[in-house]
Nanobody, 127 residues
Framework: RVQVDESGGMLVKAGGSLRLSCTTS????????LGWFRQAPGKEREAISC????????YYVDAVKGRFTISRDNANNTLHLQMNSLKPDDTAMYYC????????????????????WGSGTQVTVSS
């Protein structure tokens, strides 16, 4: 059974940095996509960044390009999201999710396609 658990969210001032972590268990091999998503109050859940494990291919939405970095610590089965130059608009509940995914050259980042979700970690950026 695949389990996903996020951590690292907190209150931070605008311009600051945070690193979110997502531990996964139950993954069999590398045929998975892992992603970070967020949902602000009154808004739909949106994609931030995703990764195809087998190839390392990554995707970022335009709003976070150059500020956020997705990475995977394979030894510890942990996905990270390094967030720099944070803005108040980045305030949201951040979720990590996993999906069985065999297309090495492609990155799936549609939240509706993801199957396994964590419970989220709150990031609040004050102005």
């Amino acid at each position: 059974r695949v389990q996903v658990d996020e951590s690292g969210g907190m209150l931070v001032k605008a311009g600051g940095s945070l690193r979110l972590s997502c531990t996964t268990s139950g993954l069999l091999g590398d045929d998975y996509a892992l992603g970070w998503f967020r949902q602000a109050p009154g808004k739909e859940r949106e994609a931030i960044s995703c990764m195809t494990l087998s190839s390392g291919a990554k995707y970022y939405v335009d709003a976070v390009k150059g500020r956020f970095t997705i990475s995977r610590d394979n030894a510890n089965n942990t996905l990270h999201l390094q967030m720099n130059s944070l803005k108040p608009d980045d305030t949201a509940m951040y979720y990590c999710a996993a999906l069985e995914w065999t297309w090495k050259g492609l990155v799936q980042c549609n939240p509706q396609e993801y199957k396994y979700w964590g419970s989220g970690t709150q990031v609040t950026v004050s102005s």
